[in-house]
């Protein structure tokens, strides 16, 4: 009986497993029946790789006023070519850069794949691993979506056309299906469209050139951002081939000193910097596949017509200036409270491909010269260092910085302005007590200010000195109307916008920027409105310290030492904070002016950094004309706006002098000035005191002289935080050009950065 039940539940249990296990199979067997009907629905025939490709529909880029501006195509210039009519070279460039490997693997390089990953981990240098089969595949059959699907699918298309065509067949493929950038398809309309020649005329330097841009052609085309990365890319192409002896290496050296001459384009284009600007942010954004086949519709912030006109006025001007040795210009328009762009002109002729037309320097890093001079002085407003009023001593002044060699700026006019206060020496750009003001702030801080104002170049402050504030880093063009716009918003900053909306062919819209609510919450945070930021918009700096250097920069008087009270930096019936700037060594002339609407940046010097004339060292006969012409365009039948005031600024009687109360015992000059409340002046314009004197210098002694023939006079002494008791009213030798002949005085910023705060400096209401 014991056995039998025992049976029974035996045949039981094996009942139960069998059953389980063909359940299993069946859900099994369904799972994968669906994950291969997944896999295998909808996927293309590699059949299509020898047929006519589909449809593509072109993306327009327009104006905001509707006009096109340029027209992007896929396909629509495609020429196919036979392998057999292109010589060796041709092919086998793109060979040895993409697919090394290429007669030996059936799809798929295991080795290419570890190479990509090792120089990925190893050397941070993103490299593709794909075959010229897979790439084909990707090109011409599939998107450029990341699933796991996808992947699936290329690998099935991938081992199918490995086996329905010959390599000789996807290579020729290959070459026809690929994008070369901008409309250029395929190796036939690249030679045509970068070289004016077909294929079979290219010579081993196009041809090493051709095959490194499908990597990224945006990245790697000859009118980029960056010319020189086409460039080091074809080196590349022509190592590869030498190494896979393909080409000598003395080919590979004479292909690589070949100058190459680029095609003019014949594609009409209208603002051509700005649009292929708008292009590789929509290529980061959408992808290439999408931008030059997905029909997207580009509504943009520029206004063709201002930027005719500009362009029109920039190019001019710069004609006049060849006598100056100024080869090249830019400008830059925007809208400070909602950061739209309205112009942007990259060079003087995008097509004068001899002087680097195609450079956009408005995306460039170039030396900024003292127009970076108000970010500094906003800086030292902000930490509450100096106030409008504050004087400081322009005279010779070395500064000793951590055992490295003296540093000893120099004024743009050869002298020196004795005790000035900031509205001056921003206005007329003295050096010497800008460096002061830095030295005040700190190199960190003032960096720390400006990257928050949208520079965005000053990455590592170890790198940077006290010059910083006299332009010594570099900076984009882009950058400084992002920070001066800034200045613009009393203190909010705004991210430069190229785009207003971007539709699909059928009308569907993507995405939309709102530069009315844009420009309402920043007049609500100007107001110091609690509202909600939006993204990317943030209060930066306070309202008053912003307001004060705008205030300054548009006090004509301020600047008429060095500018004069008619300079092209006054724009009639109208209310314009600017400021000039030129570096040292002449390679770059700057104009940068707003008001509350409207901001117009100008460069001009030469894109191979060649120093211009020394007559343009004022700042005001290179880019202020410019920059003059094109703002009194953009202020055209504009209401007059000054900025507003906020309610923490106040105005105080100062001495003109010393910058402090009026002294009743002894009546000074005085004038009004603004203060951010709180750090207006509180005491009084100093007395002269009994000093000793030397009696054949007419100056107090300094450390170490004799104190024979020592007199005891009254004289008028001030102090700065970085020199005490300067006498002001010495009689001092003059040189023969007629200036005044001032002591050198040395500063160890060490040992000021430890005892600045027991400095005897004039005391404010902190």
């Known amino acids: 009986m014991y056995l039998s039940r025992r049976n029974t539940f035996i045949r039981l249990l094996s009942m139960v497993r069998h059953r389980k296990r063909l359940v299993l199979g069946v859900v099994s067997g369904c799972t994968i029946i669906f994950f291969l009907f997944l896999l295998l629905k909808d996927i293309p025939s590699p059949t299509k790789l020898k047929r006519a490709q589909d449809f593509a529909i072109s993306t327009k880029i327009f104006d905001r006023n509707g006009l096109l501006l340029y027209e992007i195509y896929s396909d629509k210039n495609r020429t196919p070519v036979a392998l057999n009519d292109l010589p060796p070279y041709v092919y086998q460039a793109s060979i040895a850069i993409e697919d090394q490997r290429f007669y030996q693997h059936f799809g798929f390089d295991a080795s290419g794949i570890i190479r990509a990953l090792k120089n990925m981990v190893f050397r941070q240098q993103i490299q593709g691993g794909s075959t010229i089969t897979q790439q084909l595949i990707k090109t011409a059959l599939l998107t450029r979506e990341k699933t796991l699907i996808r992947k699936m699918k290329e690998a099935i298309l991938t081992i199918a056309a490995e086996i329905m065509y010959s390599k000789n067949e996807i290579l020729e493929m290959y070459l026809n299906h690929i994008p070369y950038g901008g409309t250029s398809w395929g190796v036939e309309a690249a030679a045509e469209t970068f070289f004016n020649k077909h294929a079979k005329e290219l010579d081993i330097a196009e041809a090493a050139f051709l095959a490194g841009l499908p990597q990224s052609p945006s990245r790697y085309s000859p009118f980029g951002i960056n010319p020189d990365l086409a460039k080091n890319r074809q080196k590349d192409v022509l190592r590869r081939m030498a190494e896979d002896k393909y080409i000598t290496k003395e080919q590979a050296l004479k292909a690589e000193q070949e100058t190459l001459h680029f095609a003019q384009s014949k594609t009409q284009i209208a603002a ?56 090249n210009g830019a400008a830059l328009i925007t809208k400070p409270s909602t950061g739209e762009i309205l112009a942007m002109i990259g060079s003087r002729n995008f097509f004068d491909a001899t002087h680097d037309g195609q450079v956009n320097v408005v995306l460039r890093q170039r030396q900024p010269g003292s127009s970076i001079k108000p970010i500094n002085i906003v800086t030292a407003l902000q930490l509450k260092k100096i106030t409008p009023a504050t004087m400081l001593l322009d005279i010779p002044t070395c500064f000793q910085v951590g055992g490295q060699k003296a540093y000893c700026p120099k004024n743009y006019d050869g002298t020196f302005h004795g005790p000035v206060q900031t509205r001056f020496f921003l206005g007329n750009s003295y050096n010497i007590p800008e460096i002061k003001v830095i030295g005040l702030n700190t190199v960190e801080n003032f960096i720390a200010t400006a990257s928050a104002m949208g520079i965005t170049t000053w990455k590592d402050t170890s790198q940077y000195g006290l010059s910083l504030t006299l332009g ?238 020592l007199q005891l006079q009254k004289k008028l002494l001030l102090s700065d935080p970085f020199t005490r008791d300067f006498c002001v009213d010495c009689v001092r030798p003059i040189d023969e050009k007629g200036h005044v002949v001032y002591e050198q005085h040395d500063v160890d910023m060490q040992q000021f950065y430890a005892h600045y705060d027991e400095r005897p400096t004039p005391r404010t209401t902190q």
């Open 272 to 327: 051509p910097h700005f649009v292929f600007h708008v292009r590789d942010i929509l290529e980061e954004k959408y992808g290439q596949a999408l931008v030059e086949s997905g029909g997207l519709r580009v509504y943009t912030t520029l206004d063709l017509k201002l930027q005719n006109d500009a362009q029109a006025s920039l190019s001019s001007e710069i004609n006049t200036l060849k006598r100056y040795r100024v080869g």
């Open 472 to 709: 010594g880093g570099e900076v984009t063009m882009y950058d400084m109307a992002t920070a001066f716009g800034t200045l613009a918003n009393q203190g909010v900053k705004v991210p430069l916008q190229s785009i207003l909306r971007i539709e699909d062919y059928k009308g569907k819209i993507l995405e939309e920027y709102a530069p009315d609510q844009t420009k309402k919450t920043v007049e609500k945070m100007t107001k110091d409105q609690d509202i909600p930021e939006l993204e990317g918009i943030h209060r930066v700096l306070n309202r008053e310290p912003s307001y004060l250097v705008s205030h300054m920069l548009l006090d004509n008087s301020a600047r008429v030492g060095a500018f004069g009270p008619n300079s092209k930096l006054v724009i009639p019936n109208q209310v314009v904070s600017a400021k000039t700037g030129t570096t040292n060594d002449l390679r770059d002339n700057w104009t940068i002016g707003y008001t509350p609407e409207y901001l117009t940046a100008v460069w001009v010097g030469n894109n191979d950094n060649t120093p211009m004339n020394q007559a343009l060292v004022s700042g005001v006969t290179g880019a202020a004309p410019i920059w003059h012409d094109i703002m009194s365009r953009v202020l055209k039948g504009q209401k007059s706006l000054w900025p507003e005031k906020p309610s923490g600024v106040i105005d105080k009687e100062v001495c003109a002098l010393s910058g402090l109360l009026p002294n009743p015992e002894a009546p000074c000059q005085t004038r009004v000035e603004y203060f951010w409340e709180g750090t207006e002046p509180i005491d009084l314009d100093p007395l002269p005191r009994d000093t000793w004197i030397v009696s054949t210098t007419g100056l107090p002694p300094k450390e170490g002289d004799s104190i024979d023939g």
